[in-house]
């Protein structure tokens, strides 16, 4: 797997090259255009260059071309207003398609997203640990099947998204895995697997990272413009976003919060425990278990309710406070004023994690600190999947392949 930042295939542009030594330019604005409409849904040409800082002349060059490649369609004229009637402008969603992969160590998730990111169609498995025998021709399969279920648009579906751990077989003696099942998925290039098995582009992100692209496009990155993501998971894990820009990091780990200590170490001590062991759904699926109840309860809506509700209500009292002090260690060190959490479980799950990890944060010492707002994430439990299938929608039509960023 890779240990670099995230991995952006770029496939061939659906922006026709227009045969100018100006062609650069000329798609740099056409993707400028399509970016501030993706950002505000639909616009008349006249708030297109006011947005923009386009002349008028050059707009309407630039959607007529965009419309003649299908990107964009017109919308019925709206009337009412002083002067001529305006015609808004909006992405075709056939106008291109993406195809997002989530492996994970409690299941796989593939969806088809269209140009305007809706997500078309969705298959998902279950396990209890991936097998890659079984897991890798299956992936296969699935890009094909939702592929094959565009008919003549799949010529459209300018690539695939993969969100994976960057160890899938991390922690093994926690998850009660063999050395060698945890070494045969850790030694994998599984990027290099997938892309052996499809031959359109192939984009990598952290999982975690993967959903907070999802959250930055399409959801609080909206509103805010720096922010600390937590995705609460079968692990624990997350993302940074800095000035409306997704930071990696060296590694691509920034926001590895599965792995920050709980207390200092101890001279000649064991190792600290970390957020994972508190915070993770894996904590609540043992619970469940020991109490002879499904631990896939976890994910679902039985989680707060009888007879789950007693276990998962101990999980929340200690997940909110390992959740507590990421938040306060983040912020000594990051000093941002907005903390997104999301997950892959129940909403009502997590509006009670959220509730009481802000009682929690009320209780930690800020002296010398700013405390921030703690937002509950608006992507939900298909938030890596959807960000892996926008890393190849974003590669191909974003101003900036880096971009995952809101228009000014």
């Not at 950002?39 to 050059?58: F, N, Y």
């Not at 050395?179 to 952290?206: G, H």
């Not at 406070?321 to 060190?333: M, Q, Y």
Request: charged fraction near 20%.
């Amino acid at each position: 797997m890779p240990d670099a930042q995230a991995t952006i295939a770029r496939p061939p542009d659906l922006l026709r090259p227009r045969g100018s030594n100006q062609v650069g330019m000329r798609q740099f604005n056409e993707r400028v255009v399509l970016h501030a409409l993706r950002v505000h849904t639909s616009l008349p040409k006249a708030d297109l260059a006011r947005l923009t800082g386009l002349s008028a002349q050059t707009i309407g060059l630039i959607t007529a071309r965009l419309e003649e490649d299908q990107l964009i369609v017109k919308q019925s004229r709206v009337r009412g207003r002083i002067g001529q009637p305006s015609v808004p402008l909006a992405l075709n969603p056939d106008g291109a398609f993406a195809i997002g992969i989530k492996v994970g160590r409690r299941g796989a998730e593939w969806l088809l997203i269209d140009f305007t990111a809706q997500v078309r169609e969705r298959h998902a498995v279950g396990y209890d640990f991936p097998d890659a025998g079984v897991l890798l021709p299956s992936i296969a399969e699935h890009i094909h099947r939702l592929r094959d279920g565009l008919g003549a648009l799949a010529a459209r579906n300018v690539g695939v998204g993969l969100a994976a751990p960057f160890l899938l077989g991390g922690w093994h003696r926690t998850l009660g895995l063999s050395k060698a099942q945890s070494d045969e998925w850790n030694q994998m290039d599984l990027l290099a697997e997938v892309r052996a098995r499809t031959d359109v582009p192939v984009s990598f992100a952290r999982d975690t990272v993967a959903a907070c692209v999802a959250e930055l496009v399409g959801g609080r990155g909206h509103d805010l413009k720096s922010f600390l993501y937590i995705f609460v998971d079968t692990f624990v894990g997350g993302g940074l976003v800095i000035d409306s820009h997704l930071h990696a990091g060296a590694h691509g780990n920034a926001g590895a919060l599965a792995s920050l200590p709980m207390q200092p170490v101890r001279p000649g001590g064991a190792l600290p425990s970390q957020v994972m062991a508190e915070a993770s759904l894996w904590e609540l699926e043992q619970r469940l278990q020991g109490e002879g109840l499904d631990p896939a309860a976890a994910y679902d809506d039985r989680a707060l309710q009888p007879p789950y509700a007693a276990a998962t209500q101990a999980w929340l009292g200690s997940a909110s406070l390992a959740l507590a002090h990421a938040i306060v260690s983040s912020t000594a060190v990051l000093d941002l004023a907005d903390v997104v959490m999301d997950g892959s479980m129940s909403r009502a799950l997590l509006q009670a994690l959220l509730e009481q990890t802000r009682a929690a944060l009320a209780q930690c010492n800020w002296e010398g600190l700013w405390p921030p707002q703690l937002h509950g994430g608006r992507v939900g439990a298909q938030a890596c999947a959807l960000g892996g299938a926008m890393l190849p929608l974003h590669a191909n039509f974003a101003p900036d392949h880096d971009v995952f960023l809101k228009a000014g």
